[in-house]
């Protein structure tokens, strides 16, 4: 039985599977919207926020926390200098799993996992060029 059993093993072993929940965190904070598995994003999600409220804390150690699980340098100043400030009032929920479909190639299902704020701006639609009508030149004609 699975009593008080959280958490999804992913199919991997421990170190696999840090790896790459830290890879899909750096992400998440960097892209603020990334797509993978259902299961991925369920188990990156409570790892996200996590780090998002260490943002919000600000302090020496939680820099030294965050910048300890993050991949990239680039993804902690990002946390504590973008994404933690906007989210100072809300108390927590700062990400969203929207399910998308299958993966053509193993049919697994796929998710978006986003920060709450960052929606999809519609890429505005590029309209044909009319490609202009060529008008035949008359032919020169030949008197000989």
């Known amino acids: 039985m699975r009593h008080l059993v959280s958490g999804s093993k992913l199919g991997k072993q421990p170190a696999h599977r840090r790896a790459v929940l830290r890879n899909l965190v750096t992400n998440v904070i960097e892209r603020e919207r990334i797509t993978t598995t259902i299961a991925r994003a369920r188990a990156a999600r409570p790892l996200v926020e996590q780090m998002i409220t260490l943002g919000k804390r600000d302090t020496l150690h939680a820099r030294r926390q965050a910048a ?77």
């Open 68 to 144: 300890a699980f993050l991949q990239t340098t680039d993804a902690t100043k990002k946390l504590f200098a973008v994404i933690a400030p906007r989210f100072s009032d809300r108390p927590g929920g700062y990400t969203r799993i929207i399910r998308v479909g299958w993966r053509i190639g193993d049919g697994a299902e796929l998710a978006i996992l986003e920060l709450i704020g960052s929606e999809l701006k519609k890429k505005e639609k590029k309209t044909k060029k009319e490609k202009p009508q060529e008008v035949p030149e008359p032919e020169a004609k030949a008197s000989a």
